[in-house]
């Protein structure tokens, strides 16, 4: 079975950090690119951060290059996102994302499996 499940979501505070993980498990992971896709209230999906299959490279969304960092450990099946300098803007729901390529895509249509998501709220 093909899952991908996040964790790490709750309530934070403005200037706050935090890390959110997504486990995989069903595939082999490491043939697969990782994105984090957030959507909030009233808005559209957006991309987040997205790393490819080796680690490297990596995309951040200008709203969060130099706040974020996308990390994953392939013995793990595991992906990190790590959110740093929270804003009030940064809430939303968080979901990660497999691709079946070395390398990511801004498209939702460009993935395979998805999680459920998990949520963030940035309180000031």
């Known amino acids: 079975q093909v899952q991908l499940v996040e964790s790490g979501g709750g309530l934070v505070q403005a200037g706050d950090f935090t890390e959110l993980s997504c486990v995989a498990s069903g595939f082999i992971f490491a043939n697969y690119a990782i994105s984090w896709f957030r959507q909030a209230p009233g808005k559209d999906r957006e991309l987040v951060a997205a790393?490819?299959?080796?680690?490297?490279?990596?995309y951040y969304a200008a709203s969060v290059r130099g706040r974020f960092a996308i990390s994953r450990d392939n013995a793990k099946n595991t992906v990190y996102l790590q959110m740093n300098n929270l804003k009030q803007e940064d809430t939303a729901l968080y979901s990660c994302?497999?691709?079946?390529?070395?390398?990511?895509?801004?498209?939702?249509?460009?993935?395979?499996?998805w999680g459920q998501g998990t949520r963030v709220t940035v309180s000031s």
């Open positions: 994302a497999a691709r079946s390529s070395v390398v990511y895509s801004a498209a939702v249509e460009g993935y395979d499996y």
């Open positions: 790393i490819s299959a080796h680690g490297l490279p990596t």
